[in-house]
């Protein structure tokens, strides 16, 4: 069965650190899907970033980063010079190709980040 | 922004009563789930639809109905409530189920609290 672990309960850091959010997977999958999502105090959820498990090209977008490795089964997150606004839980999701018709996401149990001033 | 709106927002009932979640898009996506959210949980799947009328349970289904007879609604029911059952309930849709677009995208949440 999938599974994704991010053991990282809470990570408390200081305005302008870099932080790094860690995600591990399990599946029997050869195709996958990664995902990334941010859900800020006001509790809506917001899509970062989904990857294939095809592509291990890691990917950047502006202060945010992602590292995916197969050989670790890892996909982790890097926010660099963190800012305030950053402050929230963020969700490492996994959803398998082989899962037909369902196709829903599996979620890790999330990182709370509090980003201090 | 998807258009997914979820009604209530916000719903405090007593246990044994019945309860309807209303998820309403506008974004024409074939697929729709409903998540709920509990501390140390993350999102767990409740049920899920591929299509009017086509729905199959998650994870977590024990206890919850779901329908859906309009591509734009999906309602979650709690035939009789449960204090267990407190907890965030999340909508979500998806254009594709996999491939391409597979991302899903989340309503605003309904917060429920069962007394």
């Known amino acids: 069965a999938q599974k994704v672990t991010q053991a990282q309960t809470e990570i408390s850091v200081v305005e302008k650190e870099d932080v790094t959010l860690d995600c591990v997977y399990e599946?029997?999958?050869?195709?996958?899907?990664l995902f990334w999502y941010k859900q800020p105090p006001s509790g809506e959820l917001v899509f970062l970033i989904r990857r294939n498990s095809f592509d291990e090209q890691n990917e950047i977008s502006g202060r945010y980063s992602w590292n995916f490795q197969k050989s670790t089964s890892s996909f982790n997150f890097t926010i660099t010079a963190s800012q305030v606004v950053d402050s929230a839980v963020y969700f490492c999701a996994l959803s398998e190709a082989m899962d037909t018709g369902r196709r829903a996401l599996t979620f890790g149990s999330g990182t709370r980040l509090q980003v201090q001033p | 922004d998807a258009g997914i709106t979820q009604s209530p927002r916000h719903k405090v009932t007593e246990t044994g009563t019945p309860v309807t979640l209303r998820c309403h898009q506008t974004e024409n996506h074939r697929y729709m789930y409903w998540y709920r959210q509990d501390p140390g949980h993350g999102l767990r799947l409740i049920h899920y639809?591929?299509?009017?009328?086509?729905?199959d349970k998650g994870e977590v289904s024990d206890g919850y109905s779901v329908s859906r007879s309009k591509t734009e609604d999906f309602l979650l029911t709690l035939e009789s409530a449960t204090s267990s059952q407190t907890s965030v309930y999340f909508c979500?849709?998806?254009?594709?189920?996999?491939?391409?677009?597979?991302?899903?995208?989340f309503g605003p949440g309904t917060r429920l609290t069962v007394l």
């Open positions: 639809s591929y299509g009017v009328k086509d729905t």
């Open positions: 979500a849709i998806s254009e594709s189920g996999g491939g391409l677009n597979n991302e899903q995208f």
């Open positions: 599946t029997r999958d050869t195709t996958y899907y």
